[in-house]
Every structure is written in C-alpha cells, then in structure tokens.
C-alpha cells in the first residue's frame, strides 16, 4: 500500500514538474520556445530506444524469474552490453544535428541537438537502472527516481529564464542535467547489483538479453515515435508558436495518460507470471482490477485538467495563444481516456516473450499514427494532430485484443 501512494505522489510530482517547464517557458519566452523544447524532447526520446538497444526491456521480461544471485550477475552484463550502443547513437545525433535543424526548419535547433546527443547515452542507461529498481523491488525508489528528471529540467528552465535567457542550446542543456541528476539517484540504490562479486561468466547473460532485446528494440522506439509523430510531422508543416501550442495541450493529455504508465510499472512482475504461464485466471484479476482503476484515474485527471487549463493560463498570465489548443487537449484527453483501460497492458506481448510479435503489433499502430498525422496535418494543422493522435489511442485496444487471443491463445480480459 505504501508503494502505490508513493508511486502515486511521484507521479503527481514528475507530472506537475514537467508541466510546469512549459509553463514557466511559455511565461518566460513564449509559446515558441515551448515548440523548441518538445522538437528536441521528440529528439532525445526516439534516439535513446536505439541507445538502449532493447537490453532494459530483456531485464523485465528474464530478470523477474531468477535468484538474487542470478539477478546481479545479469545486471552487471545488461549495463556492459548496452554500453557500445549507447555511445554509437549518441555519436549520430551529435553529427546529425544540423540536419535535425534543417528538416524541422527551427533556426539554432543543431546546438540544442548537440546537447541533447550527450543526454542520449546517459537517457539509455538511466532506462535499465530504472527497470532493475523495479525488478528488484524498490518500486519507492524507482518512482522518486523518475520525479527527479523533471524536477531538474524544472531548475534549469528557470535558470535560463533568469540568468542568460532561453536559447536552443540552452534547452538542451536541460536533458543533460536531468539525466545525471537521475544517473546519481539510481545508482544510490541500485549499485549493490553491480559491485557485488558475481560468479561465472558474464557472456551467456549479455547475449541473451542482447538477442532479446535486438527483437524487442522496435517495438519499444516505435511505440516512443509513436508519442511524437505528432509534434514531429506538425514541426514540417507548421512554426515553433503553432508547435509550442499543440505541445502544450499534448503534455497535459500525456500527464493523464501517464496513469496507465504507472499501473503498468506496478503490475510488472504480477504480470509476467500470468502470461508467461498462460494463466487466464490471473490475467482475468488483474484486468478487473487494474483496468477498472486506470479508467477513474484518468478520466478524473483528464476532467480536471479540461476544467483547469484555460483558467491556469489565464491565472499564470501565460502566452495568451495557448488558449488556442483548448480544443486539441480536449480531443487528445477524451481519446487518452476511452483507451485507459488498456494502457497498463500495452507491453503484454512482450512480456510473454513474444517481442517479435509485440515489434509488428508497435509497427501497425505507427504505420496508422504515422497515416493519419500525415493526412489530418496538412488539411487541418494542429486540430488534426490531436484528432488523429486521438484516434490511435482508440485503434489500439481493438489491436492489442486481436493479437492477445491470436498470439497467446488468451482473451486479454481473461481466459477464453
């Protein structure tokens, strides 16, 4: 009971905090500077799934099914074996920053790049030490860990704002800081798994997790592009202010939709025995459970954030143009909402050790999110951006279902 709260109240903290980064850089500098934020967060989230190479999703689905002693000696060859990776895509976005500035046509976006590539490395391997509090169960721990990136972006935002003032450059910084400040919390914890003596080799572990994850990969940085395929395909067809106004709404929406996220983190190892096993009994439980509580909280968060939002910018005396996404976070919040139900078990495949199955499921919900941005942009701007990000949300569950009888032979409701 303990855990839930806490996991409950850093949720609530790392969702205030991120929102208000772009708060205090819509007051401070505009609603384009929030645009220039969310372009380099779409940067420095897509390419730190190919920095982790999959390896933090191998832990979650082997790790919860072996001894302590087993436990650390994967753990030291996970973060070893993720290491070449990590260093290799930071590598690329460093020299593909000027690109990145040229296809997103946001003047002084490479020097934030820049910043963001060093982010990158430490982003991929803060995602393992994260997963391995969870496996290891120090779920409080886990969830004041993941409060402190926000919170740390939250000091340098308003840092910039006054001191130097915001620049590109300056934005990137803060995923920097951020990921180091997580880098220390984690390791403060955790670090016991990776100095205790192991015995044996470490090679059979780094090569299993690695070929799992290397299947697992995919799916996981589709279902990130996923989240920012809208501000990506909006960035090409619309200014920084347009894009800081439909990011602005869209963090909102992803605050609310951030419950599920939890709920899943929560049921992790609960889970995996259910559909390692194919126990439809278990997973039934948990369904009724776990689904019923992710759709009150995120319908309640979602009401309250449709109320309260236009009175906040008005109150916080924020860029008066944000008042134009009123009606994108309302369809974004309502597609966010209908399809919480599911959230907790969107990585069900997965963790069934099916991660070339979870990868095409991933990949036919990018394709349709990819489609219908592409379409709904360009005719309707950032309306359609949350109409058609909406409607994924919504194509998902019918997805997700389909694939969990055909694949695992279960209904995800339960057994057949």
């Not at 409950?8 to 007051?27: F, H, Q």
């Not at 016991?192 to 090569?207: E, I, K």
């Not at 966010?336 to 969107?346: D, E, I, K, L, S």
């Not at 499921?361 to 909406?390: D, E, F, K, R, W």
């Amino acid at each position: 009971m303990l855990a839930t709260v806490v996991n409950l109240g850093g949720l609530a903290i790392s969702a205030a905090a991120t929102l208000l980064v772009s708060v205090i850089l819509a007051n401070g500098a505009g609603a384009s500077a929030v645009g220039q934020f969310n372009q380099l967060a779409a940067v420095y989230i897509v390419a730190s799934q190919l920095a982790a190479v999959g390896i933090h999703l191998a832990v979650l689905h082997f790790l919860p099914l072996t001894d302590i002693h087993e436990r650390r000696r994967a753990a030291l060859a996970a973060l070893l074996a993720m290491l070449p990776a990590a260093t290799l895509t930071g590598a690329c976005v460093w020299l593909g920053a000027p690109l990145f500035e040229r296809l997103l046509d946001s003047p002084g976006l490479a020097g934030g790049v820049r910043w963001v590539a060093l982010a990158t490395g430490l982003f991929a391997v803060n995602k393992l030490l994260l997963n391995l509090l969870n496996v290891f169960g120090h779920l409080i721990w886990l969830s004041l860990a993941q409060a402190v990136r926000p919170l740390i972006w939250l000091l340098t935002a308003w840092l910039l704002l006054t001191s130097s003032g915001v620049s590109q450059t300056g934005l990137g910084t803060m995923f920097v800081f951020g990921e180091l400040g997580v880098l220390v919390f984690a390791l403060t914890r955790i670090a016991a798994a990776f100095w205790t003596p192991v015995d044996g080799r470490l090679q059979p572990w780094a090569t299993r997790l690695v070929r799992f994850g290397v299947r697992a990969f995919p799916s996981n940085a589709m279902t990130e592009l996923n989240t920012r395929v809208d501000v990506l395909i909006l960035g090409v067809f619309a200014d920084d202010q347009v894009v800081g106004i439909y990011s602005f709404a869209a963090l909102i929406a992803e605050g609310a939709f951030q419950i599920g996220v939890l709920l899943r983190t929560i049921i992790n190892n609960r889970l995996v025995s259910a559909v390692v096993e194919r126990n439809g009994a278990a997973l039934s439980q948990l369904w009724r459970s776990t689904s019923r509580a992710s759709w009150l909280l995120t319908a309640a968060a979602g009401l309250a954030a449709a109320l309260a939002t236009p009175f906040a910018i008005d109150l916080l005396k924020l860029d008066p143009s944000l008042h134009q996404g009123r009606w994108v976070l309302l369809v974004l919040l309502l597609g966010v909402t209908v399809g919480a139900g599911f959230a907790p078990f969107w990585n069900v495949l997965l963790l069934a050790g099916r991660p070339g199955m979870h990868s095409l499921l991933m990949l036919s919900l990018l394709a349709c999110n990819i489609l219908l941005n592409a379409v709904a942009v360009p005719v309707a701007g950032m309306t359609g951006a949350g109409i058609a990000t909406a409607l994924t949300f919504l194509v998902f569950p019918l997805l997700l279902q389909f694939a969990c009888r055909r694949v695992l032979g279960l209904e995800l409701r339960g057994s057949r």
